[in-house]
């Protein structure tokens, strides 16, 4: 009896066992051996070495050169706006007229009180001169009579007369002495108060401080604005123009090394534009900013076709200077892991190995490499994500290809 069970065991086993060889499409036959592997395709480049700009490239935002709020500095109805919002104007451009005739009575009425001081200073000094000859005639007088008195020719009441006479003269010389310095003074307050209307009066022409273009019109004409109240129109100076930016505080040291020894170029690239602007590094803050570590620098450029904008952000790239035999790499070739950057090189039996380096400027599409590689090496740029350090490769693209 057990004899049969395990008869019945087998014969079940051996219908299990061609049924999963069915099921899973087996042969009787042994399956072949796994084909050698051929290498995993890549694009590779050779690093190259050759003299390249030292460049710190940065985001950057376009100031303008100077800002101006126009204000009205006298009282009264705006009659004209002289130009329309977005013009550009030059300095010394009429851009408002206050109704300037108050002040227009006003100087006619200071004119006519200068002009009557005048006059009274004219009457004081005719007075003065008219008593000086009297005081003298009088004085005269006096020496003759005191003579006359001294000999008993006269009485003493004679004689303090004509001295009395006298006496009396040089004090009216006095009073018009006084009476002229005080016309002269009157004169001094008339021609200042002639002068302070005058300039008031030219403030109701309000004249452009600077070269630049007009924003909004804030006060409209035909209302009325008093001193020194509220802005007119803000002007901004773009010709020339800033661009501002910041860099981190470790590059302060050789942005300065390259200052001393001449000027310093700046390059900004509005976004919809590629051709870069050219300007001159001319400003370096007096101070690093310790929340962000970084510090505020200035460019200034002349703007001449006006491509620069006030509030515009821009590629800012700080040209220091060139490096010679700078090894070069695609930008394609960098792997950021979690201990850095590195590369996969190349290696003579095309195998590959991941490489650290320390990284210099990128130049366009290329990445200066400071330490890690050396010139004529091989490095992968495309296909990185399926390799590991060892794994063979076979090149699609290189100059030199493996295998």
């Known amino acids: ?77 705006l009659t004209v706006a002289h130009f329309r919002e977005g013009d550009f104007v030059k300095k010394g451009d009429v851009l408002f007229t206050i109704d300037p005739r108050m002040l227009d009575a006003q100087v006619k009425q200071a004119e006519a009180t200068l002009a009557r ?24 007088q006096a020496d003759r009579y005191r003579k006359l008195f001294q000999k008993g020719v006269i009485s003493r009441e004679q004689y303090d007369q004509y001295q009395t006479g006298s006496d009396v003269q040089t004090e009216a010389v006095h009073a018009d002495k006084a009476a002229v310095e005080s016309s002269h003074a009157a004169l001094a307050a008339d021609d200042a108060a002639l002068r302070n209307i005058e300039v008031q009066l030219s403030y109701t022409e309000i004249r452009s401080p600077i070269d630049g273009r007009t924003g909004n019109l804030m006060i409209k004409q035909g209302n009325v604005v008093k001193a020194n109240d509220v802005d007119l129109v803000t002007i901004n100076q773009l010709q020339p123009i800033y661009v501002t930016f910041t860099v981190p505080e470790a590059r302060l040291t050789d942005i300065k090394r390259y200052m ?29 900013d310790a929340t962000t570590g970084t510090i505020k620098l200035k460019g200034t450029f002349a703007n001449a076709d006006r491509k620069l904008w006030p509030g515009q952000y821009v590629q800012v790239t700080l040209r220091l200077g060139s490096a010679r035999d700078a090894l070069l790499v695609p930008t394609e070739a960098i792997v950021s892991g979690q201990e850095g950057q590195f590369v996969f090189v190349v290696k003579p039996d095309f195998t590959v190995d991941a490489r650290p380096v320390v990284l210099g400027a990128r130049i366009e599409k290329e990445q200066v490499i400071e330490q890690g590689l050396h010139l004529g090496e091989t490095v992968v740029t495309e296909g990185q994500l399926r390799l590991v350090p060892g794994v063979r490769v076979k090149a699609q693209n290189s100059r030199r290809t493996p295998g």
């Open 1 to 77: 009896m057990i004899a049969n069970w395990e008869g019945r065991a087998a014969l079940f086993s051996a219908a299990l066992l061609a049924w999963s060889c069915l099921a899973t499409g087996c042969t009787s036959k042994s399956a072949p051996p796994p084909r050698q592997a051929e290498g995993v395709p890549v694009v590779v480049a050779t690093v190259s070495q050759r003299t390249v700009p030292v460049d710190i490239q940065v985001i950057g935002n376009v100031e303008a050169y100077a800002t101006i709020a126009v204000k009205s500095q006298v009282g009264g109805e």
């Open 117 to 140: 001081d005048k006059a009274q200073l004219s009457l004081a000094e005719a007075n003065l001169a008219r008593d000086i000859a009297q005081e003298k005639y009088a004085r005269d």
């Open 260 to 288: 001393a020894q001449g000027k310093v170029k700046v390059l900004a690239t509005p976004p919809e534009l590629t051709q870069a602007q050219t300007g001159d590094l001319s400003f370096i803050d007096n101070a690093v």
